[in-house]
């Protein structure tokens, strides 16, 4: 089925039940336990950089193990994959040298990722990719210098221009860009100019998925939002669906999320952490605990989308899925108008 055709069915079966997102991506290819040797391949012997960790290399010298993945977690019950393009930006592969390969890499993660997704859809059971983009390492909303809060390693301007190209290279395999792990709602607006840019310049459209990440139990973003002013700041995308992501646990991150749906007139996604890392930077919590956990979300009516990130994996998305079947999803509701702003905190004048 074509993109347009794809959509409208997710869309429709999003109506009826909780979609299922895929689970973790780099701490499943940490099971592959690759060396420095399988990260550089062929292609990159001779680059002067430790380049075991870039996840996203691996999209062009291990392409099998990426598709793997993928293959491991629709086989585990998932509706939607995401790329394994995290750091498939300029910005991101400066820190090893590689910032002439980021589209290359963001536009073969896509690739992989739809070329997988088109092993198992059918006419009844579409598979989308959700093209993933990340907040990058750097922050347009804190300096990065103790003894010198005014300064900034990026400007508004090249964050957006290296989004543009990751979204650009990217959009021949996506249904939906999902901007993520957003720390710093700052850099999610660079995000969302960078895909209206490229839609205004290619004549394209794709929907935006929105997925903050509260950084501890403050209940805030790094940058200092809570969930419902970092709403009140990105509603204007009109996403697809606004989430949170990482960081968290589903037991901590749960009043999170009920916050979020209170709030937003558009679907809800949740993707938990396995729980907090332990002291070996493991991830204890089981599937089923896990499923326990998100299932009680779905019978609460507070999400519509559910799948899982540090740590989750197959297993729990397995388990996840299997626990919410039969589960109705959140019902959107239907937001009085009023005057909404946000700073640190929601501002709403009835």
């Known amino acids: 089925m074509n993109r347009e055709q794809r959509l409208e069915k997710i869309t429709k079966i999003a109506n009826e039940r909780v979609l299922i997102l895929d689970g973790a991506m780099g701490t499943e290819l940490q099971t592959f336990k690759l060396t420095e040797e399988d990260f550089r391949g062929a292609q990159f012997k ?198 949170l992501n990482c960081a968290l646990g589903a037991d901590l991150m749960r009043q999170y999320v009920v916050a979020l749906s209170r709030v937003a007139d558009t679907r809800v996604l949740a993707y938990p952490n396995a729980g907090l890392p332990n002291e070996f930077g493991e991830y204890d919590v089981t599937p089923d605990e896990q499923a326990v956990h998100l299932k009680a979300w779905a019978q609460d009516g507070i999400v519509n989308v559910l799948g899982g990130c540090c740590g989750t994996t197959p297993a729990h998305i397995e388990a996840i899925a299997k626990a919410v079947k039969s589960s109705a999803p959140r019902k959107i509701p239907s937001i009085d108008p009023a005057m909404r702003l946000s700073g640190l905190e929601p501002f709403v004048l009835a």
């Open 46 to 243: 001779d680059v002067d950089r430790f380049l075991k960790g870039n996840n996203d290399l691996l999209n062009l010298t291990k392409p099998d193990v990426v598709k793997e993945v993928h293959r491991r977690y629709f086989n585990a019950g998932a509706d939607i994959a995401e790329t394994n393009t995290f750091s498939a930006t300029t910005i991101a592969q400066a820190d090893y040298a590689l910032e002439s390969l980021a589209a290359e890499i963001a536009r073969e993660g896509a690739k992989i990722a739809r070329e997988v997704a088109d092993e198992f859809e059918t006419e009844d059971a579409p598979k989308a990719v959700w093209s993933a983009i990340g907040p990058t390492n750097k922050t347009l909303s804190l300096s990065p210098d103790v003894n010198d809060p005014g300064f900034r390693e990026v400007t508004f301007e090249h964050v957006a221009k290296a989004y543009q190209e990751q979204i650009a290279a990217m959009a021949e395999f996506s249904d939906v860009f999902l901007i993520e792990t957003v720390f710093d709602t700052l850099n999610a607006k660079a995000a969302i100019k960078a895909v209206k840019d490229w839609e205004f310049e290619s004549g394209e459209s794709r929907p935006i998925v929105l997925s903050g990440t509260i950084t501890d139990a403050s209940g805030r973003t790094l940058s200092g939002q809570t969930t419902e002013a970092f709403w009140y700041s990105v509603r204007h995308a009109k996403p697809w669906a606004i989430g």
